[in-house]
């Protein structure tokens, strides 16, 4: 049975200073949807639960010059709704978009789906690929950023401190000639586990040669990833059919290679090649 | 067999009025509302956020509350299907549920009603495609969702009844 404390700190100086003495014990709650029902079955058992919705200073999106700064409690249907999001990172809002259902989406966020770190999470992949960065704060160590690139270590292994609270994602805009797209494949429309997903970000000039390319897919390795060899593949070169294919193959190799042949890389092999190929028929139209 | 529980307080408005009770801080507000509060129209299903079955309004935001923790309602509004409407005083929406045969075990129901309670304050003319989206964190394994999805759309052009052979 549990038997936690349940506190709400007021500000982010309260909520490091109650982590600074009972980090180890204590489990952070946003939305509430992934810790909940881990809660539930008692795969944890804290001696405290600490509630950061009520804190003001990390719920919102603010638009900078050249970067947009989205605070962690910012809920999915938040995202789906902010018309910043909407005009720079289609990507993100397509990624919360189809988190669960709308229950789900009005209360989980953007931190928990980063600091849950599930495989099958959909908006961290579209935050790597947009080259998100995390900033991180404690009282011990005060303010840390790190690439999202580099901060999973391994399925629900975020590199956060026991002491620390994760306090923006910092996403550069982009190039005004690339845009960017993402792709949920689920077992059903809503309320579904990405059984695949793809973070794309393609840029193009006048001449149609690609300037900028990102791949990220999701819920197909442990850890999603940028997938530089397929990415290479298309860099500096125009997106015609034979290019793209090779690409996509390519794509579907480096995933292999990851992962090792499962009982699901039959499907997974093909299907990721084809959502490839038709993200970036529509990217390019 | 006696454990030593912490009790917090808790305030939040219910239903537009407001509440005052001691939680057990590891309780989620699904299990207050129906268990301190008695308002058992708000459904358990499988309290893990997957049925829908425990939608209410927090905020005007249509969630599970199997998801929300008690003590997270600390100074919130709240609504749930009680407050939608009563055996004599039914609301439009119930009223098309019921007109449309919406309604068959009526477990998913409240949950349904709430969810479009959500949408139609937003959107009064919801499409076909909106409606279902809107209750797609719903489950009903009775009706096959089409005559849950009419009687959303057609009371959007909901007039005030009278005399209506149900006798409501």
Redo the contacts between chains.
């Keep these: 049975?549990?038997?936690?404390?349940?506190y709400?700190p007021r500000s982010v100086d309260d909520a490091l200073a109650f982590l600074s003495h009972n980090a180890e014990q204590t489990k952070i709650?946003a939305?509430?949807?992934d810790l909940?029902?881990s809660?539930?079955q008692e795969d944890l058992q804290p001696a405290f639960?600490l509630?950061i919705?009520e804190i003001g200073a990390l719920r919102g999106i603010t638009e900078q010059d050249h970067r947009i700064r989205i605070r962690p409690t910012t809920t999915f249907?938040e995202m789906v709704e902010s018309p910043v999001l909407n005009r720079h990172f289609p990507s993100l809002v397509q990624a919360a978009a189809f988190v669960?259902?709308?229950?789900?989406r009005?209360?989980g966020t953007i931190g928990g789906n980063i600091g849950t770190a599930s495989p099958a999470a959909d908006v961290l992949p579209a935050v790597l690929a947009l080259d998100g960065e995390l900033e991180l704060q404690s009282k011990r160590s005060g303010t840390r950023y790190i690439p999202l690139s580099r901060a999973i270590a391994a399925p629900y292994k975020p590199l956060f401190q026991p002491d620390e609270i994760l306090t923006g994602i910092i996403l550069p805009k982009l190039n005004p000639e690339a845009r960017s797209t993402f792709v949920k494949v689920g077992r059903r429309?809503?309320?579904a586990r990405a059984r695949m997903n793809l973070a794309v970000v393609l840029g193009m000039n006048r001449e149609k040669v690609i300037t900028e390319m990102r791949i990220v897919p999701g819920a197909v390795m442990p850890v999603a990833r940028r997938m530089e060899r397929a990415e290479g593949a298309l860099l500096g070169k125009k997106p015609e059919p034979p290019v793209v294919d090779a690409a996509a193959e390519a794509l579907a190799k480096e995933m292999v290679e990851v992962t090792g042949t499962r009982w699901s890389t039959e499907y997974k092999f093909h299907v990721l090649q084809n959502l490839f190929k038709g993200v970036l028929g529509r990217l390019t139209a | 067999m006696p454990?030593e529980?912490?009790e917090?307080l808790l305030r939040m408005k219910v239903n537009g009025r407001a509440v005052e009770v001691q939680v057990d801080?590891?309780w989620?507000l699904l299990r207050v509302l129906r268990e301190k509060l008695g308002l058992t129209g708000t459904k358990k299903g499988c309290?893990?956020?997957?049925c829908?079955a425990c939608?209410i309004l927090?905020e005007g935001?249509?969630?599970?509350a199997?998801?929300?923790?008690a003590?997270?309602a600390?100074g919130k509004e709240i609504e749930t299907i009680e407050g939608l409407g009563t055996p004599d005083r039914l609301h439009p929406l119930q009223k098309s549920f019921i007109r449309h045969g919406a309604v068959q075990c009526g477990f998913c129901t409240p949950g349904m009603l709430m969810?479009a309670v959500?949408l139609l304050r937003k959107n009064s003319d919801p499409s076909a495609e909106e409606i279902k989206?809107?209750i797609?964190?719903?489950l009903c394994r009775c009706t096959g969702y089409a005559k849950i999805v009419r009687a959303i759309q057609n009371v959007s052009d909901f007039q005030e009844e009278r005399g209506h052979a149900t006798g409501d």
């Design positions: 049975m549990q038997k936690f404390q349940f709400t709650i939305g509430g949807t909940i029902p809660l539930r639960v509630n919705l249907t669960g259902g709308p229950q789900i009005n209360r429309n809503a309320m | 454990i529980r912490q917090n801080p590891t989620t309290e893990q956020g997957d829908g939608t927090l935001k249509a969630v599970n199997c998801l929300v923790m003590l997270q600390e969810s959500a989206r809107s797609s964190g719903n």
